[in-house]
């Protein structure tokens, strides 16, 4: 019983983990995507009002 708590409780916390990683590299994906994004729209609005 208690055996198959801590392996349970093992794995629990290495999807934990593995869910938070992903979770951080999402956002930085996501910003680094928005940032950019936001660049060539400014950078398109500076030219049109040109």
Request: with cysteine; aromatic share 12%; charged share 10%.
């Amino acid at each position: 019983m208690w055996a198959k708590l801590i392996q349970w409780n093992k794995i629990t916390r290495r999807a934990v983990i593995l869910v938070s990683m992903l979770a951080q590299c999402g956002f930085l994906v996501l910003y680094i995507v928005l940032y950019t994004t936001g660049i060539a729209i400014a950078t398109n609005y500076i030219q049109i009002l040109k």
